[in-house]
């Protein structure tokens, strides 16, 4: 089950470090998640576009920034600021923007941890 | 706010005997509730969803139930086998984005 794709699998971050996280779908998808996977918790969204060159913050985007200048990337860093991001990192995509009823397809996720 | 309880968080069942699952929401313009399956060390995948114009959905062994007056959702197992055994996470549409539970993890013991 192919289609989207997460790099890379495994990211060491160094104290005061960005680090930025790749996402690439060739789905033809207008919609692009990024999600963050902790034990016990779930998914909780970080950030999310419904289109080309434009992106919401979701429950949890302080310390992370995001980009969308092409339909098929959504790049995420995991900036200085967050302060406790060792976590499990997962990126969707779903067809249609603005339309929530629609099935996503994630990635295979980065684990993201601090040295 | 946004929010789903997924209960239980973690579940252990005998092969051949059923699971079930509930989360209950807090919106009540959700229209869309999907389930999503995740086994060890691989992404979630969607096994089955519902919309908010039926009361109940089947696909084999799985189905899932709404009650949008009480605004709670379940998924059902039957005849589980060792393959099932993964977490499981409930979701309902809200603003234009999914809003996940905390996720169940099943064991089924063979």
């Known amino acids: 089950d192919g289609g989207i794709t997460q790099s890379p699998k495994y990211l060491f971050r160094k104290e005061g470090q960005n680090v930025t996280l790749s996402c690439e779908q060739n789905l033809n998808h207008d919609a692009m998640y990024w999600y963050r996977q902790d034990p016990g918790q779930g998914l909780r969204l970080i950030y999310y576009s419904q289109i080309v060159n434009d992106f919401q913050k979701g429950d949890i985007a302080e310390g992370y920034s995001v980009s969308r200048e092409k339909k098929e990337s959504f790049p995420l860093t995991v900036t200085s600021a967050q302060k406790n991001p060792t976590a499990f990192y997962l990126c969707?995509?779903?067809?249609?923007?603005?339309?929530?009823?629609?099935?996503?397809?994630f990635g295979s996720g980065t684990q993201l941890s601090v040295l | 706010g946004e929010n789903v309880e997924q209960h239980p968080s973690t579940l252990s069942v005998q092969e051949g005997d059923s699971a079930v699952i509930k989360c209950t929401y807090s919106?009540?313009?959700?229209?869309?509730f999907p389930w999503y399956k995740q086994e060890l060390g691989k992404r979630p995948q969607l096994i089955i969803d519902i919309r908010s114009n039926v009361g109940e959905k089947k696909d084999q062994r799985i189905a899932v139930t709404l009650n949008k007056t009480a605004k709670h959702f379940s998924l059902h197992i039957t005849e589980t086998q060792p393959e099932d055994s993964a977490v499981y996470f409930c979701?309902?549409?809200?603003?234009?984005?999914?809003?996940f539970g905390s996720g169940t993890r099943l064991l089924v013991r063979p």
């Open positions: 919106d009540s313009a959700s229209n869309y």
């Open positions: 969707a995509s779903s067809i249609e923007a603005g339309v929530t009823n629609e099935k996503l397809f």
């Open positions: 979701a309902y549409d809200s603003s234009y984005k999914l809003i």
